[in-house]
């Protein structure tokens, strides 16, 4: 079957810290892996995403690259600001592209 | 804003009642999810349709249905509610239903937050 499994949080950083939130995954088939990002009492938004072994997914200075050879999709960004506070999902599309099978979500706050 | 439309915001209502949840996708796309978050089970799959037929089932009890209308909208409808229901229900919506080899982006509404007291 899919599934995700993240690392735990919270995380807690300083401003322009270095960021990875680590992600691995199981799918049958040919998943396409995302990243979303809570932030408070808001909804989920699309952070980044790969269809593709090797496909390195890039938006607002975070990225992630499908390692199918490892089965992981590790989220990272090279200096966090304190916007970025929020709860970051890795999520994959299993082989059937049609629902999304979510981790647990991990907290991120970042002090000034 | 996504452009995906939830109603309402926040419900809270007595164990054993009905509660009807709404949801308007983005314009033009042709599928709904419905996925409910709570802090124990973390955010899970319920159903989806896609242009009025339900074409995917996942963790969905059978005291919850879910029906898409002509208008491509969509109601989850819970029933015979329980303490263990009280969770954030999202709906999100894409273009397409999927199918191997496609993707198609889901977008997400703000949520339901429903409280079951």
């Known amino acids: 079957g899919n599934s995700v499994t993240q690392m735990e949080g919270p995380v807690t950083l300083s401003e322009e810290a270095f960021l990875t939130i680590n992600c691995t995954y199981t799918?049958?088939?040919?998943?396409?892996l995302f990243w979303y990002v809570q932030y408070p009492g808001e909804g989920l938004q699309l952070l980044l995403k790969?269809?593709?072994?090797?496909d390195k997914g890039s938006n607002k200075g975070f990225e992630a690259t499908y390692r199918k050879e490892t089965t992981s999709f590790h989220l990272e960004k090279g200096s966090v600001q304190v916007s970025d506070s929020a709860v970051y999902f890795c999520a994959n599309s299993g082989g059937s592209n049609y629902k999304l099978t979510f981790g647990k979500g991990t907290l991120l706050t970042v002090n000034p | 804003d996504s452009g995906v439309t939830q109603t309402p915001k926040h419900l809270i209502t007595a164990t054993g009642q009905r509660v009807t949840l709404r949801c308007s996708p983005r314009s033009g796309d042709l599928s709904v999810y419905w996925y409910q978050q709570s802090l124990d089970q973390g955010l899970q799959f319920l159903i989806q349709?896609?242009?009025?037929?339900?074409?995917a089932k996942g963790n969905i009890l059978e005291r919850f249905s879910a029906q898409q209308f002509p208008d491509l909208h969509s109601e989850l409808n819970l029933s015979s509610l329980e303490l263990g229901d009280s969770a954030l229900y999202f709906c999100?919506?894409?273009?397409?239903?999927?199918?191997?080899?496609?993707?198609?982006?889901?977008?997400f509404g703000p949520g339901t937050r429903l409280t079951v007291t």
């Open positions: 790969a269809t593709k072994a090797d």
């Open positions: 999100a919506s894409s273009p397409l239903g999927g199918g191997q080899g496609l993707y198609y982006e889901q977008y």
């Open positions: 799918a049958t088939g040919y998943p396409s």
């Open positions: 349709y896609y242009n009025g037929e339900e074409r």
